[in-house]
């Protein structure tokens, strides 16, 4: 690909083949049926007679504790194991409560007071905090888009979070396990679409602009970060 060196896609017909490279490690798609199965055979053979030394793992189903399903009209990705496990990681007692939405009213008025106050925490606080939301933000960014509005105001305040903001962090890993059966679902459209949107928000803070990407009815990119300039809206 010109966009991404470690993407390469070869097509033959109505047969094709996609191969994901990331350091070691090679990820194949390709379509149903013998053209997509012999462009990968291909693809295998014409690698190990330049030497290259390949072990297949056979079908992906659980990729870096993503629990991928593919169906007749769909594909759906899970993240509810690794959900799990941060949840054993963070709770050691057990969870407290069961919020069914990721966060309160007072979320946006605390992250602009902490950004003025910029109070630096104790290193255990900070580690702590740190750790929580990057563990958010994964199962956020790979199969929770419905997250994203409240990890991106987590990660606003990694360098100065206080008691308040870490029990907002424990609350939207909890609404995370208490909906983690919510999966990311691509369905199998009669044309792939990019269709993307974007808004802006200006609250008594600063303001707020943000974007999303679909692709088969899924959101697959998404940014949300305050503005420097409302002019730049």
Known sequence: SMHDPCYFFKKEGPAWCRVYLYVDDICTTRSRGPGGSQLRTDLFTNMKAQGVTIEDLGTESDYLRMKIVQGQDCITV??????????????????????????????????????????????????????????????????????????????????????????????DLTYLKNTKDVVLTFRKTG?????????????????????????????????????????LN
């Open 78 to 171: 899970s993240l509810s194991e690794y959900i799990e496990d941060a949840v054993t990681t963070y709770f050691t007692g057990g969870t407290h409560g069961h919020h069914s939405v990721p966060t309160d009213r007072a979320f946006v008025d605390h992250i602009s007071e902490l950004r003025e106050a910029r109070k630096v925490p104790s290193p255990k606080m900070l580690h702590a905090y740190q750790s929580i939301t990057g563990s958010i933000g994964y199962a956020t960014h790979t199969a929770r888009p419905d997250n994203r509005f409240c990890h991106s105001g987590l990660s606003r305040c990694l360098a100065w979070p206080d008691d308040k903001m870490y029990e907002l962090a424990e609350r």
């Open 191 to 231: 044309e792939v679409k990019l269709e993307g949107s974007s808004d802006a928000d200006f609250p008594a803070g600063p303001p707020t602009i943000g974007y999303e990407w679909h692709i088969a009815n899924a959101a697959v990119s998404s940014k949300s970060e305050v503005m420097k300039s409302t002019a």
